[in-house]
């Protein structure tokens, strides 16, 4: 039997461990600011294969490895960066992939710098961490692009059959598990493509779709079948697919979809988007390709962007894409709270983002036509921690000033949307609407299990991934034994 | 991907379409919209539910070629595929009110039908009225005779029926004594607004279905927000149908010209592609 731990448990010799400490980070290759800030091809280029097998040799291999502790799902990273070094690409793959099904995007999304890059042994020493999150892109690509490819393996079919609802990063997670196992998985989605966020949120630049349908594909080839054009709870119910359908379980992977606007004077004028509006026309709908596809995009010329997350992020470099002399990124808070990836901050800057840190709009005024044309805003300053542990911002009086705008973009925050739980009797919900499941990924309704931002509220892709991986488990266990608890919390 | 049995044109310009979509069609209730998309181009394009038949497994839209995916929709011909989603937006509220009127005009001609047919089964009496340009553009009527116990119609011109529009009829027959305990009304939003405003002046309690922009038509992104009742509602899943007194008509009218010039542009960029003029 291939030995699967072939690569745990090595250790540098005093020379490597010198050479590693001596060494500095390979940064990626990627477009120039000036020129990627005009289109939306891929910021990031890519290690070559010499790069990652430097920047792999830098791993300490420490023997307690904090990355993996960093690492919401726990990726063996010293054995994969060690697989690396010595060539086995497709290794190196494998031992990524027993933990995350998707190591393409999250090498690209993770936030690394608080995950496992921050818990990085370099870090703690006051050097820069190795490039987890890059060398774990290589090895995805790497394996796309080449003819040499990880065998695809399946059990024999078990007779049982499983619905997925929503097919996000942690909707396909389950369904790669549960196809392994030989269950017969039908994934159902509301949109016309798979990828939930991967396809309608996060823009082309920072990940291209094609290999989210290259995922998606290799789950086809597992047997997983896709519905799309599906929303369940219209078409049908949660309780016809176990009652009626067949299906001996569900999950609800149905992300947290529904905008949240600030309720201020003027945000219904035209010009003022959601960041799902104005993304989704953007990414899924192509609309940065219009005329030759048919959703149109407002590009406007002073463009605010109000928020300080990925979303906000994403949406204001797409207006720089689009053609915006000025875009601006609104934030109530200063630059280190901000909750975006350290890269996303950092490329925006680089593109010529304008931040206004501690600033907040009041409201917006329009021309006759309905169209926003301004936004006043106000300064802010922080003060006490609030329960996010960060410090409130509270405004300035006699700050105000006003931006000349002609489009805004809402992007603060999203919460559930109720669509699916409100049609589905039984499912216990918190006063966010967020779906309660236990340890298990188990809902309060027998055979139905959920995770991803309908449990978490707007997450991240890795959680998302780790809910479905503990929720696959979990379909497992319970298609084995038909238990289920009286009551989840 | 959904089959397409038939497509016709009923009237010029108003394109009725037949889709095989069983699953749909067990589900499918008065007041639901569809999303349809012709191709990998196109946009989503929400369009009322006209009709549906459980047994034979179908559903019928009625659309009228306005910009380029709705022109690709119309070049569509039987046994082409396109993606449908469906049904969507709250159900209708019907019941037994007495006596009730019903406004169609434009694609609301074809749309209004079920909810004819469902106000009839609730035992109203229902009285029809439908509107056009002129005798050439009207359609439907048999059809939406059947289940009304009164159909009227009002062409711009008088070729057919009334000169005026439905508000015309409605009006005439509240003046002759006629007493409406409700009005649903359906058609384009300008269509809407006047037949609405005419049923409050008349002190009907009126139901419309709007219809702004939307993109994903799920309550994700919000295009479709309007005020009604000084309330933002979204269209898609808080309606569509609302109470026609309520609705900010002039914010629904602004907000629905924002891609206007976009969709000029693209409409005479793609027309000669797709219909082939001036090509080989
Ligand atoms: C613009 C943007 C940028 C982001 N950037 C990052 C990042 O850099 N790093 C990171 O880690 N995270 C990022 N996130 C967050 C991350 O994308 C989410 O946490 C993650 O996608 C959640 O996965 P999910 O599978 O739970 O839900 P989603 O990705 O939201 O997928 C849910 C799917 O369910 C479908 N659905 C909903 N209702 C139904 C229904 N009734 N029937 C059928 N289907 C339904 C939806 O259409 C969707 O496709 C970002 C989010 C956005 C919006």
Redesign the interface.
């Known amino acids: 039997m291939e030995d699967i731990y072939k690569y745990a448990g090595k250790r540098l010799t005093p020379d490597e461990m010198k050479a590693a400490i001596a060494s500095s980070r390979h940064a990626m290759t990627e477009q120039d600011a000036i020129v990627r800030s005009r289109n939306f091809e891929e910021v990031n280029l890519g290690y070559s294969i010499e790069t990652a097998q430097e920047e792999a040799k830098r791993c300490l291999l420490c023997p307690v490895p904090g990355c993996v502790q960093g690492c919401p799902v726990r990726i063996k990273i010293p054995e994969f960066l060690s697989a690396i070094v010595e060539g086995d690409f497709l290794e190196a793959l494998r031992i990524v992939k027993e933990d995350n099904a998707l190591p393409a995007v999250t090498g690209r999304v993770c936030p690394q710098e608080i995950q496992c890059e921050g818990k990085c042994t370099h870090v703690k020493a006051k050097r820069e961490s190795v490039g987890i999150g890059h060398l774990e892109r290589f090895v995805a690509d790497l394996e796309r692009y080449s003819s040499e490819k990880l065998p695809v393996e399946t059990a024999e079919p078990t007779g049982r059959k499983v619905a997925i609802v929503g097919a996000g990063p942690s909707g396909l997670t389950v369904a790669a598990d549960l196809a392994r196992s030989g269950h017969e998985v039908h994934v159902y989605e509301a949109l016309q493509k798979p990828g939930g966020v991967l396809i309608y949120g996060i823009p082309e630049f920072r990940l291209p779709k094609e290999l989210v349908f290259y995922e998606v594909d290799n789950l086809k080839q597992m047997g997983v079948q896709f519905h799309y054009n599906h929303v369940i709870g219209r078409i049908f119910t949660v309780d016809e697919m176990l009652d009626e359908r067949g299906f001996d379980a569900v999950y609800l992977g149905v992300g947290a979809g529904l905008p949240r606007f600030m309720n201020i004077e003027g945000e219904s004028l035209n010009g003022i988007f959601s960041a799902n509006e104005y993304l989704t026309r953007n990414n899924l709908m192509k609309g940065y390709e219009f005329p030759t596809y048919d959703t149109p995009i407002y590009r406007g010329r002073n463009v605010a962007v109000i928020g300080g997350g990925n979303v906000a992020m994403d949406s204001v470099r797409t207006a720089k894409r689009l053609g915006a002399e000025n875009a601006y990124l609104v934030y109530r808070r200063s630059r280190v709270e901000m909750p975006a990836r350290d890269e996303e901050i950092h490329h925006a800057e680089e593109e010529g983002v304008e931040f206004h840190n501690l600033t907040n709009p009041i409201r917006y005024l329009g021309d006759e036509n309905g169209w926003v044309r301004a936004m006043e805003c106000i300064q802010m300053e922080l003060g006490e921690p609030d329960d996010s542990g960060r410090r409130r911002p509270v405004p300035i009086e006699g700050s105000e000033f006003t931006l000349d705008v002609d489009a805004v973009v809402v992007s603060v925050g999203t919460s559930a949307n109720p669509l699916l739980t409100k049609s589905t009797p039984g499912l216990e919900l918190n006063r966010w609407n967020n779906i309660i499941v236990d340890d298990k990924g188990r809902t309060s309704k027998k055979g139905v299990f959920s995770g991803g931002d309908i449990v978490r509220g707007a997450a991240t892709v890795i959680l998302a991934m780790g809910d479905g991986r503990v929720a696959a488990a979990g379909i497992e266990e319970y298609l084995e034994t038909g238990e289920w608890p009286d009551k989840v919390e | 991907m959904n089959r397409i049995i038939t497509i016709e044109e009923e009237v010029p310009n108003v394109h009725k379409m037949v889709i095989d979509a069983p699953?749909?069609a067990k589900?499918c209730k008065p007041g639901h919209f569809a999303?349809v998309?012709p191709d990998e181009?196109?946009?989503?394009i929400p369009l009322s539910i006209a009709d549906w038949d459980e047994d034979a497994g179908t559903v019928t839209i009625y659309f009228l070629e306005v910009?380029?995916?709705t022109m690709?929709l119309a070049r569509k011909v039987a046994g082409d595929e396109i993606?449908?989603?469906?049904?969507?937006g709250r159900e209708s509220e019907i019941d037994n009110y007495g006596t009730v009127v019903v406004c169609g005009g434009c694609y609301g001609v074809g749309a209004i039908y079920p909810i004819v047919k469902a106000l009839k089964e609730a035992g109203n009496t229902v009285v029809t009225i439908i509107e056009a340009r002129a005798k050439y553009l009207l359609y439907n009527e048999e059809v939406l005779a059947r289940d009304s116990d009164e159909i009227y119609t009002a062409t711009s011109d008088g070729s057919h029926g009334t000169k005026g529009k439905a508000q015309t009829v409605m009006k005439d027959l509240v003046d002759g004594g006629r007493h409406f305990d409700r009005a649903y009304i359906m058609g384009c939003t300008f269509m809407m607004m006047r037949n609405a405003r005419m049923a409050k002046e008349l002190g009907i309690p009126s139901k419309v279905y709007l219809n702004p922009l939307m993109?994903?038509a799920?309550?994700?992104?919000?295009?479709c927000?309007?005020?009604v009742g000084g309330e933002?509602k979204f269209a898609c899943?808080d309606g569509p149908e609302f109470d026609g007194a309520d609705v900010d008509w002039e914010?629904l009218f602004?907000?629905s010209?924002?891609?206007v010039p976009?969709?000029t542009?693209?409409y005479q960029?793609?027309k000669c592609d797709i219909d082939h003029c001036g090509g080989v």
């Open positions: 699953d749909v589900k999303i998309i181009q196109s946009e989503r910009g380029v995916s690709k993606d449908m989603m469906a049904p969507l993109v994903d799920t309550g994700m992104c919000g295009v927000r309007c005020d933002t899943v914010q602004k907000r010209a924002q891609y976009h969709q542009l693209a960029h793609k």
